[in-house]
């Protein structure tokens, strides 16, 4: 009940870019933001932050795959990803669970853009979307040079992705 208690208030706090959240702290906007090189659903290979410079990218980590809210996020990114491909811009899932859940997460919901791996929960601690033994609901920016430039906490699934590409509507302007 306690853990159930937190998640949920680690789940919705509101909508902003503090520098620090449940997870730890998060990484400055306008700064480079933190590299990471992990493990995709495919299972050929890993990707990494520096693999789409040139490119606007979206890094959002999420709980687990097959939940309710994970699944309604993925979702949303995948019925607007034609969207974010107008803008230049990449989606990238970041969570614990492995690439086996992974890639069926992504048969089982069609989804067409990377899910990676963070089993150790090391790259969710550089993002400060870390919570013991999953990562948190946060989304980040990050412009075609590495700098992060948007940070999301308190995500709503089923708006999120609308906000995402407002902001970066904002951004590219």
Known sequence: MI????????????????????????????????????????????ISLSDYQGQWIVVYFYPADFTPGCTLEARRFQQDLPEYLERNTQILGISADDIKSHADFCDSEGLKFPLLADTTGAVSKAYG??????????TFIVDPDGILRATFTGVRPAI?????LTRLDELQA
């Open 3 to 46: 853990l159930t208690s937190f998640l949920l208030l680690a789940l919705s706090l509101p909508f902003g870019a503090p520098t620090f959240a449940l997870g730890g702290k998060l990484p400055e906007i306008g700064q480079p933001a933190p590299s990471f090189q992990l493990p995709t659903n495919t299972g050929e290979g890993e």
């Open 129 to 138: 979307s870390w919570l013991r033994f999953i990562s948190m609901r946060h």
């Open 160 to 164: 999120h992705s609308q906000e995402v």
